[in-house]
């Protein structure tokens, strides 16, 4: 039987397999980026493998270059192991310090012991909690996303039932993680499981298939429990927890997050945001709680940008300038520059707004060849071999564009302006890392937001601990029914502040 020597940073794991393997099915475990969820357009699950694999692809030969290919570099997407070959794969991303665990967190009045779960489209938080504390916390990236980076392509994949074993499997090994040898699943009373409306269906083996399509309908808005051991059998004595939520593209983790914020608790004017792949906002002023869902996208979060990556080591997540106007770049781990990542983007967009090297429609000023031999306009980062490209501004736009116009339409839902907020709630694995004020210059959000920002990490995470304590999950309900939606995509509004939105401004 032929083997695959898998080498992971120093690991190496020997995987028998017959007749002919895709290396995407051997590499999907470990976190590979596959934004484009496998269609061979992205080029991003680029791995080193030697040895018995299938022939070279027309897709590889127009995305990798020839002195790629000449080093053995393949896409995982597109080779297939068909005899004794090896893989290189980087040292995974699954780690805790790569994935938002913190947040604001209240006491949950819960007793014994519960897990609490944040499925976001691209991260997962695993808690263990006893009586309502947060004992132990474990990351990883969502196995999910080798069927793509965000909920529409991983719907129109239509695999529904593979991506539920997917994230049961993940979750039950996080779920041990957590828990340690000193606590058994039998020990655990309770696990609440927060997510967007697609990550639940995904969990529980519903079809999405309606959430992609107008209406919008799905299945299911959950807000109800089920013995947990009908998805994860060790834990006969839980029950599981999924929380409401408001619509298809409004979650139960915006629920969550939303109780986490207090913001309705207050006699304030509050805006909230979750900036991912799916941005969801929400506002409160006298009473009124609106909500709405935008799509943002998956290039803020690094994915479809040409050199986009995972806030990982190397990635650049902060660009500024010297005394001369030159840019200036820092890494994470303060390694060579691998690429760019969410928050060095828009750090980067920033600075070329500011010093005039983006004009107001978003055109490069002075471009020069995409060193990849694209042929695209591109502005290089000095010498870090990074560049950003006219494509990645155009998606950047696109993003920034959706997420100000939802602010601002849920503002004149309310008859309220920017200046009147009291406070602006950032939360999310992307959201909490940006400069708020680069956000601002590029247009992100109104500039009067600025220095109301406050940041409140993984709300949804602190959301989910705050649903073991039964007072929580009724306040949880009711803010679900109180919730009025903005339906963005029916709104005049919100089309004409998108077309108004998509042009950088300076300040």
């Known amino acids: 039987m032929p083997f695959i020597e898998l080498h992971i940073g120093e690991r190496c794991e020997r995987i028998p397999f017959s007749g002919e393997i895709p290396l995407s099915s051997v590499t999907a475990p470990y976190g590979l980026p596959m934004p484009c969820g496998g269609h061979h357009t992205c080029g991003k699950c680029k791995i080193k493998a030697v040895g018995a694999l299938s022939p070279i692809t027309p897709e590889e030969t127009r995305l990798l270059t020839q002195q790629e290919l000449s080093e053995g570099i393949r896409m995982a997407c597109s080779a297939a192991a068909v005899g004794d070959c090896t893989v290189y794969l980087p040292e995974t991303s699954r780690k805790n310090n790569e994935v938002l665990l913190t947040g604001t967190q209240r006491q949950a009045n819960a007793n014994g012991w519960g897990i609490a779960v944040d499925i976001g489209t691209t991260t997962i938080a695993v808690y263990a909690c006893h009586n309502g504390q947060i004992v132990r916390s474990a990351g990883q990236m969502n196995g999910q996303s080798v069927h793509g980076a965000d909920v529409i392509t991983r719907i129109g994949a239509k695999r529904h039932l593979e991506l539920q074993k997917i994230v049961v499997e993940q979750l039950s090994q996080m779920f041990m993680q957590v828990l340690g040898d000193e606590v058994a699943p039998e020990q655990v009373e309770q696990i609440t499981i927060t997510g967007n409306t697609t990550m639940l269906h995904f969990l529980m083996g519903l079809d999405p298939s309606s959430i992609a399509v107008s209406p919008f309908t799905p299945q299911s808005l959950f807000g109800e429990f089920t013995p947990a051991a009908q998805l994860f059998p060790a834990f006969q004595n839980a029950q599981l927890y999924l929380p409401p939520c408001v619509s298809a593209y409004v979650g139960a983790d915006m629920v969550c997050a939303i109780t986490a914020s207090q913001m309705c608790e207050k006699e304030e004017t509050a805006l909230l945001a979750d ?19 935008t799509a943002a996208g998956p290039a803020l979060e690094g994915a479809c940008i040409h050199n986009g990556m995972a806030a990982a080591p190397g990635a650049i997540d902060r660009v500024s300038l010297d005394e001369n106007g030159n840019l200036v770049w820092h890494t994470i781990g303060d390694v060579p520059a691998k690429g760019l ?5 828009i750090s980067l967009i920033a600075r070329l707004v500011e010093t005039g090297g983006i004009d107001e429609t978003g055109a490069l000023t002075d471009p020069v060849d995409a060193p990849d031999g694209s042929g695209e306009d591109c502005v290089l980062i000095g010498d870090s071999g990074v560049f950003l490209t006219q494509q990645d501004i155009r ?8 997420i100000c116009a939802g602010i601002l339409t849920m503002l004149e839902e309310c008859e309220q302006e920017a200046s009147k907020v009291d406070v602006f709630y950032i939360c999310g694995g992307f959201g909490s890392y940006i400069d708020p004020h680069a956000a601002a210059v590029i247009g992100m959000f109104p500039p009067e937001l600025e220095n109301k920002v406050q940041v409140l990490g993984n709300a949804a995470g602190s959301g989910a601990v705050m649903m073991l304590d039964a007072q929580h999950r009724e306040m949880t309900t009711n803010l679900r029914d109180r919730a009025t939606l903005i339906e963005l995509s029916t709104s005049p509004v919100f089309m004409e502040q998108y077309i108004e939105q998509m042009c950088f401004g300076t300040e």
Do not use: F, P, R
Not at 277 to 285: F, P, Q
Not at 286 to 293: A, D, I, N, P, R
Not at 341 to 345: Q, V, Y
């Open 275 to 293: 900036i991912g792949t799916n941005g969801e906002m929400a506002l409160y002023h006298e009473g009124k709680l609106v909500t709405c869902s």
């Open 341 to 345: 990542c969410g928050s060095g983007l």
């Open 395 to 402: 998606q950047v736009q696109l993003a920034k564009a959706a």
